[in-house]
């Protein structure tokens, strides 16, 4: 009898989750800085190429930008919604680049509730587990910071990466990536809503499209 009701009090638990999840609420629009973190046995190897110690994330709707700051090469990815794709910017010799090198396009893994919360910045988060064959990640979401999941329908290539089956377009404010002998947590410290000129998150006109990125 009771293994029954535990199971009932959970599915019951996952059903109210999923409704929230589901429930109005207006997409963010704005910044959000997060800070990154490894530990492990692998990464002091992975501090020796100076990797980036924070993460900007600037999104208008279904077009978003992430610039990856902090280490010794910084990074530029411009999520474009008309072209379907993602370019890595260049500002200064003012172009930008179709492919990157080493980078292939995410597969979408399911995410499940595990049960956790934690709060981040203030705001109560849930806990959302991704299982994949080389790695596991763990976000923390809260359905107060979310995107409209219908305007990603139909596109490929400018996916934003947090837009897994069960998170229902919700925003993570924490992730954590464990791989064997390597764990690097991503954490909002600062969110700041704010409108966004959607111009400011395009190519600019003056930029010259180039193909593979070669620098790295």
Known sequence: MRRWWVFGWWSSLLWAQAEAFRAPAPPFEGLIVYKVKATGEKAEVL?????????????HKNRFLVNETGGAFPISRLYDPDSDRVYVLDPPNRRAFKYEKYRK????????????SIQILGTWCYSFKVKKPDEEIIYYVSPKYRVDVSLFAGKKNAQAFFLNEGLYGAIPLKMIRIQPGLTIEVTAVRIRPFRIDP?????????EIWGYDYRR
């Open 47 to 59: 501090k020796e190429n100076d990797p980036p110690t924070e993460m900007h994330l600037y999104i």
């Open 105 to 116: 396009r995410a597969k979408n893994y399911p995410a499940t509730y595990t049960g956790d």
């Open 199 to 207: 111009k400011s998150l395009k190519i600019p006109k003056e930029y």
